[in-house]
């Protein structure tokens, strides 16, 4: 017991320390991260490969305020797919408080400061897939339980593990349960896209769905009208978008309709929908009105970069803050797609971007022969027929990739699945709370349509976690 005690408080130290030196990379913005310290170990780049032994840094993130020593549960929350600059202030913060956590953020192979080359030729992509990114998951869980028992002056022994992430890393959240079922204790899957989509009509139809009746045939009527113009001035309704650089039409077309798709799937619905049904009944020009919310909100509060529509800037190979967008696509053209294609009739965006579109861009910006084999996807996964165990999905009703998402439960209650039903219930609501962006500390509920929805789905999801990490424990492998 003696020794017990002195261990305890040796590691107290080593955390009080951590937490400490983590504080002064706190940004100021209503604390949006719990920690911004950097830290870092060395990932196998090809885990595949019995013969190529080369490793590249991957960075890492640990908040240990709460963690209950020396027993409590490790929550793994994954990075997707842009840079990973800290583990956000979001409802996982209030879980690990709950439940005496430890909380560890791992960001993806390639994206942020964790890229293996420094030129990203589709040569050097390779190893950029989901596969590669589990098998850095199962490794990173191992060394970090390794580097725990090592602080704690033991051996084999594991901690609860759980597994969280939204939308991507949502998928690979249910993925590494699926995978790795010995490693975790279960897994939160918020907004989790697990089914690979060729044409993603879906997509444009939930969108109509969520902006209603009026909202939809204003963006129609504009979608019509731009087309229009495209053909008699395409330079002047560009400039009118500040995207002038957009030298393909279908480039623009779908840099425009990604820019009312935003206002769905993060929880802004009305910032779009209510000027432009008020323009529309006052007969004003609908195609200036989208352009004052395209500049304002999508460029301007929510960050839109027009580059990221342009195949001329996907296609530059040299690493940079932007090249975030080169390696999304290139794991849509070889593993998922998510085409986002106009349905047959009574659809929002253009005609214009078609499959053909989308299988074109994957062969002008990555070469012949790139193109994603979403059958081969689904079959390794299981898509929506996923066959894991203890997997939480939740959706928002409002986002329209819930579309891509296991949305009902399975039939032995094992893999549950809930919607989260409101006006601004998107992306991630469970976890980000309302609006999803910009992020509300602690995802706070109160700016929901409906926070009772939220909290109910929360604490079905606590109520999840309480019997799987209990679970857990009883099976005596993760006894101290």
């Given at each position: 017991?003696?020794?017990?005690?002195?261990?305890?408080?040796?590691?107290?130290?080593?955390?009080?320390?951590?937490?400490?030196?983590?504080?002064?990379?706190?940004?100021?913005?209503?604390?949006?991260?719990?920690?911004?310290?950097?830290?870092?170990?060395?990932?196998?780049?090809?885990?595949?490969?019995?013969?190529?032994?080369?490793?590249?840094?991957?960075?890492?993130?640990?908040?240990?305020?709460?963690?209950?020593?020396?027993?409590?549960?490790?929550?793994?929350?994954?990075?997707?797919?842009?840079?990973?600059?800290?583990?956000?202030?979001?409802?996982?913060?209030?879980?690990?408080?709950?439940?005496?956590?430890?909380?560890?953020?791992?960001?993806?192979?390639?994206?942020?400061?964790?890229?293996?080359?420094?030129?990203?030729?589709?040569?050097?992509?390779?190893?950029?897939?989901?596969?590669?990114?589990?098998?850095?998951?199962?490794?990173?869980?191992?060394?970090?339980?390794?580097?725990?028992?090592?602080?704690?002056?033991?051996?084999?022994?594991?901690?609860?593990?759980?597994?969280?992430?939204?939308?991507?890393?949502?998928?690979?959240?249910?993925?590494?349960?699926?995978?790795?079922?010995?490693?975790?204790?279960?897994?939160?899957?918020?907004?989790?896209?697990?089914?690979?989509?060729?044409?993603?009509?879906?997509?444009?139809?939930?969108?109509?769905?969520?902006?209603?009746?009026?909202?939809?045939?204003?963006?129609?009527?504009?979608?019509?009208?731009?087309?229009?113009?495209?053909?008699?001035?395409?330079?002047?309704?560009?400039?009118?978008?500040?995207?002038?650089?957009?030298?393909?039409?279908?480039?623009?077309?779908?840099?425009?309709?990604?820019?009312?798709?935003?206002?769905?799937?993060?929880?802004?619905?009305?910032?779009?929908?209510?000027?432009?049904?008020?323009?529309?009944?006052?007969?004003?020009?609908?195609?200036?009105?989208?352009?004052?919310?395209?500049?304002?909100?999508?460029?301007?509060?929510?960050?839109?970069?027009?580059?990221?529509?342009?195949?001329?800037?996907?296609?530059?190979?040299?690493?940079?803050?932007?090249?975030?967008?080169?390696?999304?696509?290139?794991?849509?053209?070889?593993?998922?797609?998510?085409?986002?294609?106009?349905?047959?009739?009574?659809?929002?965006?253009?005609?214009k971007v078609d499959e053909r579109y989308h299988l074109d861009l994957c062969k002008n910006v990555f070469g012949e022969g790139i193109f994603p084999d979403v059958d081969m996807t689904n079959i390794y996964y299981g898509g929506t027929d996923i066959a894991g165990s203890k997997i939480i999905f939740t959706n928002g009703s409002q986002d329209p990739w819930r579309h891509a998402s296991k949305q009902t439960p399975s039939p032995d209650s094992e893999m549950p699945s809930y919607i989260i039903s409101c006006h601004n219930c998107g992306h991630g609501t469970?976890?980000?709370?309302?609006?999803?962006?910009?992020?509300?500390?602690?995802?706070?509920?109160?700016?929901?349509?409906?926070?009772?929805?939220?909290?109910?789905?929360?604490?079905?999801?606590?109520?999840?976690?309480?019997?799987?990490?209990?679970?857990?424990?009883?099976?005596?492998?993760?006894?101290?």
């Amino acid at each position: 017991m003696e020794m017990r005690a002195y261990v305890v408080v040796q590691l107290l130290f080593i955390i009080s320390h951590v937490v400490v030196e983590s504080r002064r990379f706190e940004i100021t913005n209503g604390s949006s991260y719990l920690t911004q310290k950097e830290l870092w170990f060395n990932q196998t780049l090809d885990h595949f490969s019995p013969l190529d032994h080369r490793q590249f840094g991957q960075r890492y993130y640990e908040f240990l305020d709460y963690f209950r020593v020396p027993d409590g549960p490790i929550f793994l929350k994954i990075c997707g797919e842009s840079s990973c600059n800290g583990i956000p202030n979001d409802y996982t913060n209030v879980l690990a408080k709950k439940f005496g956590a430890a909380l560890v953020s791992l960001e993806h192979r390639y994206y942020g400061k964790s890229s293996p080359f420094n030129l990203l030729t589709t040569e050097n992509l390779r190893y950029l897939s989901s596969k590669q990114a589990l098998f850095d998951l199962a490794t990173f869980r191992q060394y970090y339980q390794e580097s725990l028992n090592s602080k704690l002056n033991r051996s084999n022994v594991e901690n609860p593990w759980f597994v969280f992430g939204v939308s991507y890393s949502g998928a690979l959240s249910a993925w590494f349960r699926l995978k790795f079922p010995h490693l975790t204790c279960g897994s939160l899957a918020s907004s989790a896209v697990v089914l690979a989509v060729y044409n993603f009509t879906n997509f444009d139809k939930q969108i109509g769905v969520s902006a209603g009746a009026e909202c939809k045939e204003a963006l129609q009527e504009i979608t019509k009208l731009v087309e229009e113009k495209l053909v008699s001035d395409g330079k002047t309704v560009k400039t009118l978008f500040d995207a002038a650089e957009l030298n393909n039409d279908a480039d623009f077309l779908y840099f425009l309709a990604d820019a009312a798709v935003v206002a769905f799937q993060y929880g802004n619905p009305d910032l779009l929908c209510s000027p432009l049904v008020k323009a529309r009944k006052d007969g004003k020009d609908l195609v200036d009105e989208y352009a004052n919310y395209v500049k304002d909100y999508f460029i301007g509060k929510f960050g839109a970069d027009v580059q990221t529509y342009n195949q001329k800037y996907l296609k530059n190979t040299a690493l940079s803050e932007g090249s975030s967008d080169r390696l999304w696509w290139f794991q849509v053209c070889t593993e998922v797609a998510y085409f986002q294609v106009a349905p047959s009739n009574d659809s929002i965006r253009s005609s214009k971007v078609d499959e053909r579109y989308h299988l074109d861009l994957c062969k002008n910006v990555f070469g012949e022969g790139i193109f994603p084999d979403v059958d081969m996807t689904n079959i390794y996964y299981g898509g929506t027929d996923i066959a894991g165990s203890k997997i939480i999905f939740t959706n928002g009703s409002q986002d329209p990739w819930r579309h891509a998402s296991k949305q009902t439960p399975s039939p032995d209650s094992e893999m549950p699945s809930y919607i989260i039903s409101c006006h601004n219930c998107g992306h991630g609501t469970d976890l980000r709370g309302c609006p999803q962006s910009p992020l509300s500390p602690e995802g706070n509920a109160q700016n929901c349509a409906s926070p009772d929805a939220v909290h109910k789905v929360r604490q079905q999801i606590i109520d999840n976690m309480d019997l799987w990490l209990s679970e857990c424990q009883d099976t005596g492998r993760t006894f101290i």
